[in-house]
T-cell receptor
Framework: ETGVTQSPTHLIKTRGQQVTLRCSSQ?????VSWYQQALGQGPQFIFQ???????GRGNFPPRFSGLQFPNYSSELNVNALELDDSALYLC????????????????FGEGSRLTVL | AQSVTQPDIHITVSEGASLELRCNYS??????LFWYVQSPGQGLQLLLK??????LVQGIKGFEAEFKRSQSSFNLRKPSVHWSDAAEYFC??????????????FGKGTKLSVKP
């Protein structure tokens, strides 16, 4: 069973640039969630995708956007990067909301560490 | 508003000693509660979860947690700590189950150090 994989693992950008982070969900999972974890903090929910549509969003501005593809992989895009966007970005996958037991268990990738200079 | 509080930022215990990590939550309905562990440079791994039923739940790596509704707590325990348990531990509450299942609210974490 392949786990959640994220790329790139590390990247450095400058303020104002745009970044795309990628996530492949675990086999059999059709829901992907994204979290931002600033240094010394717990993860904060950005948004979730189910069946290629956004299904829930945390308190993040519109410059944080995402996509989910038919194979359930996902991208997180951040435009107009700010210094405070420096963080570990975590992707998590889970089984879908419809059909089967909804365990609610999230399986996390190892994250993409973004540094904004 | 839903929230999770982990009062201890950093705890140091001796190897072989018992461990209890505290977690208090604020949530209007019956909560779904989780404990995750994060090793340096790693993602989060689920230790255990509480949805309903028996308030004492067993998890992986010898961890257990007890849900106490009257105290709004979900403390994590282990009877004998191993050096490999050194990591950061996060308590989380499920804020949107049935609708947005990915919406977990995490505490700020407790860093566990283990003395030889």
């Amino acid at each position: 069973e392949t786990g959640v994989t994220q790329s790139p693992t590390h990247l450095i950008k400058t303020r104002g640039q745009q970044v795309t982070l990628r996530c492949s969900s675990q086999s059999g999972h059709n829901t992907v969630s994204w979290y931002q974890q600033a240094l010394g903090q717990g993860p904060q929910f950005i948004f979730q995708y189910y069946r290629e549509e956004e299904n829930g969003r945390g308190n993040f501005p519109p410059r944080f956007s995402g996509l989910q593809f038919p194979n359930y992989s996902s991208e997180l895009n951040v435009n107009a990067l700010e210094l405070d966007d420096s963080a570990l970005y975590l992707c998590a996958s889970s089984r879908g909301l419809a059909g089967g037991l909804n365990t609610g268990e999230l399986f996390f990738g190892e994250g993409s560490r973004l540094t904004v200079l | 508003a839903q929230s999770v509080t982990q009062p201890d930022i950093h705890i140091t215990v001796s190897e072989g000693a018992s461990l209890e990590l505290r977690c208090n939550y604020s949530y209007g309905a019956t909560p779904y509660l989780f404990w995750y562990v994060q090793s340096p440079g790693q993602g989060l791994q689920l230790l255990l979860k509480y949805f309903s039923g028996d308030t004492l739940v067993q998890g992986i790596k010898g961890f257990e947690a007890e849900f106490k509704r009257s105290q709004s707590s979900f403390n994590l325990r282990k009877p004998s700590v191993h050096w490999s348990d050194a990591a950061e531990y996060f308590c989380a509450v499920g804020a949107g189950y049935g609708g947005s299942q990915g919406n977990l609210i995490f505490g700020k974490g407790t860093k566990l150090s283990v003395k030889p």
